[in-house]
T-cell receptor, first 110, second 115 residues
Framework: QQQVKQSPQSLIVQKGGISIINCAYENTAFDYFPWYQQFPGKGPALLIAIRPDVSEKKEGRFTISFNKSAKQFSLHIMDSQPGDSATYFCAASGNTPLVFGKGTRLSVIA | DGGITQSPKYLFRKEGQNVTLSCEQNLNHDAMYWYRQDPGQGLRLIYYSQIVNDFQKGDIAEGYSVSREKKESFPLTVTSAQKNPTAFYLC??????????????FGPGTRLLVL
């Protein structure tokens, strides 16, 4: 019930392309879904977050799409840049500490 | 500057030794957390504290201990009972007490290595 499943484990995208990372959850009590970005040797930093009362949230090149009925949410990175190369974690929370996915290592190549 | 500080950045542990990782925050956050990160495993919750003098076990608390004597500080002790302590340890804090949205902010991490 507490799991958040993230895919793919790794992703290689051409510069300027779209990066898509998917997450699925089981616990219907979850009501907060953030995405974190982590560079090697650093702590994760909050990238963007969504609550289930909206189906999409966009901040710059980053968009979260949320499908409540399917219990899935995804991160889309438009116009991917080499500087976006990092590990991305989805997470979920509902009156509990965050539960994290296992992460996706994104490499954006020129 | 507001934020979360962790020290040291690197820590070496000998067999049978207890070591303590420091975490301090000046964000006036109520809740603090410790996570362990291993390659391909994501972030796993060790302990968390929602209020001073109270804390709860996370998913992998065995071999670890914590204290929360001050709101700003949440040190983690890796005891000799933790047989595989080599990992990247992350401290986080949040303003909410788990009653709703929890935006967690992370420190820079401590890498623990066994000699």
């Amino acid at each position: 019930q507490q799991q958040v499943k993230q895919s793919p484990q790794s992703l290689i995208v051409q510069k300027g392309g779209i990066s898509i990372i998917n997450c699925a959850y089981e616990n219907t009590a979850f009501d907060y879904f953030p995405w974190y970005q982590q560079f090697p040797g650093k702590g994760p930093a909050l990238l963007i977050a969504i609550r289930p009362d909206v189906s999409e949230k966009k901040e710059g090149r980053f968009t979260i799409s949320f499908n409540k009925s399917a219990k899935q949410f995804s991160l889309h990175i438009m116009d991917s840049q080499p500087g976006d190369s990092a590990t991305y974690f989805c997470a979920a929370s509902g009156n509990t500490p965050l539960v994290f996915g296992k992460g996706t290592r994104l490499s954006v190549i020129a | 500057d507001g934020g979360i500080t962790q020290s040291p950045k690197y820590l070496f542990r000998k067999e049978g030794q207890n070591v303590t990782l420091s975490c301090e925050q000046n964000l006036n956050h109520d809740a603090m957390y410790w996570y362990r990160q291993d390659p391909g495993q994501g972030l796993r919750l060790i302990y968390y504290s929602q209020i001073v003098n109270d804390f709860q076990k996370g998913d992998i608390a065995e071999g670890y201990s914590v204290s929360r004597e001050k709101k700003e500080s949440f040190p983690l002790t890796v005891t000799s009972a933790q047989k595989n302590p080599t990992a990247f340890y992350l401290c986080a804090s949040s303003l909410d007490r788990g009653q709703g949205v929890e935006t967690q902010y992370f420190g820079p991490g401590t890498r623990l290595l066994v000699l």
